[in-house]
């Protein structure tokens, strides 16, 4: 349990990273932040590994992705949050 928790941090960890360094522009979020976008988008990308290939290898829709599932998710994530985001500061001004 422990070492799947890890794990899931560490690829949570990497696959934010990549998304930010592929998403153009400045995303002000921490490395807490980052982990948590790579989980969510790890889980988005098993989702849509589901919804694509039609396997269920974990009895769920909703499960986490490899590493390459996880990157494309954290991309698809981050780049709704930069479009939300950027939305409400040009509102702002």
Not at 6 to 24: D, H, Y
Not at 64 to 91: C, D, E, K, Q, W
């Amino acid at each position: 349990m422990l070492w799947t928790i890890l794990g899931l941090i560490i690829v949570g960890l990497i696959a934010g990273f990549i998304a930010r360094a592929v998403i153009p522009g400045k995303q002000s979020m921490s490395i807490l932040m980052t982990i948590v976008l790579g989980i969510v988008g790890s889980f988005v990308g098993g989702f849509l590994g589901f919804l694509i290939f039609g396997s269920d290898p974990m009895g769920g829709f909703l499960q986490p992705a490899g590493i390459i599932g996880s990157i494309i998710g954290a991309i698809i994530v981050l780049g709704i949050y930069v479009f939300a985001t950027r939305g409400r500061s040009a509102r702002t001004r």
